[in-house]
Each structure stands twice: as C-alpha cells, then as structure tokens.
Nanobody, 115 residues
C-alpha cells in the first residue's frame, strides 16, 4: 500500500524558515520523481519543486527559486523541502507527489506565513 506522509508544516513569521518532510512507503522510492506542490485557498494546485529519482536534477517554480531547496534521502525513503525567507504568499497546503508512470499524493500539510 502506497503511503506519502507529509510533516513539518506550521505557522511561521515572514522571513522565517520551515522544513517539510515526506515519508514514503509501498513503492520503489528511488525510481520515482518526487515533487512538492502547493494549493492556496481559491487557487489551483501548483508545482513548487521537483527532484529526479537519483536526486541529480531539480527544478523550481520561479516564485521560490533561491529560497526553497528540495532534496531526498533514498536510504530513508524521504523527500524534503527546505523553505527559507518565507513570505505571506507562500501560505498554502503543501502536498508531496510521487510519479513514475502514475502518481500518488500525500494528504498535505498546512504552511501559514503570518505576523
């Protein structure tokens, strides 16, 4: 049974940092491209960052380049999203996605950036 469990969300002040984690199980983790998406209220879900199975290639939405870093630990079946210099517009539910011919989603974790 495939499971993706996100953690690390919360309330943070503008300029602060958070580190999201997504623990995966039930599939061959290293074969899957892993991504983080986010969805703000009233908006469509958007891609934030993605990383290939080996971790050799990453890509980011323009809005987070230079502030967010995606990484993965294939030994721990976990993907991370380090978020620095957070802005109020980063407020959203953040979802983990695994893709390799078909996709899987986690349940999401809320990130709120507010003073």
């Amino acid at each position: 049974q495939v499971q993706l469990v996100e953690s690390g969300g919360g309330l943070v002040q503008p300029g602060g940092s958070l580190r999201l984690s997504c623990a995966a199980s039930g599939f061959t983790f290293s074969s899957y491209r892993m991504s983080w998406y986010r969805q703000a209220p009233g908006k469509e879900r958007e891609l934030v960052a993605a990383i290939t199975g080996t971790g050799g290639i990453t890509n980011y939405a323009d809005s987070v380049k230079g502030r967010f870093t995606i990484s993965r630990d294939n030994a721990k079946n976990t993907v991370y999203l380090q978020m620095n210099s957070l802005k109020p517009e980063d407020t959203a539910v953040y979802y983990c996605n695994a893709w390799h011919g078909r996709g899987y989603w986690g349940q999401g974790t809320q990130v709120t950036v507010s003073s």
